[in-house]
């Protein structure tokens, strides 16, 4: 993890730093696609997820599958760009996948 990832990071586990995430809410639910860093693979990786809303007002994650639309997908996809999630060489491969088409 480079030194100025390091300085962003949101939130710390046992199991991995999260160093960036788009976020799109629906009632208690929060679906998510964040950079993490894994601590024991000593790599960045590309996490999507689901927290539930708690009783204190914060969120837990949910370590189960995302399941969304295809709408709610292309917005979390948007927020994640937004939010810097996905590199800039991704997102380049990304349009030259999709002009393919």
Do not use: H, W
């Not at 990071?9 to 696609?33: A, F, L, M, N, R």
């Amino acid at each position: 993890m480079s030194k100025k990832n390091e300085e962003k990071v949101i939130k710390e586990t046992k199991y991995c730093k999260i160093i960036s995430q788009g976020k799109v809410g629906e009632g208690e639910y929060t679906y998510s696609i964040e950079k993490i860093y894994i601590k024991e693979l000593k790599r960045d990786e590309v996490r999507f997820c689901v927290y539930k809303a708690t009783r204190r007002g914060d969120e837990t994650y949910i370590p189960r599958s995302l399941d969304v639309t295809e709408l709610e997908l292309i917005e979390l996809i948007k927020e994640s760009i937004r939010e810097k999630v996905f590199s800039e060489e991704f997102i380049e491969m990304l349009k030259q996948e999709i002009n393919q088409i």
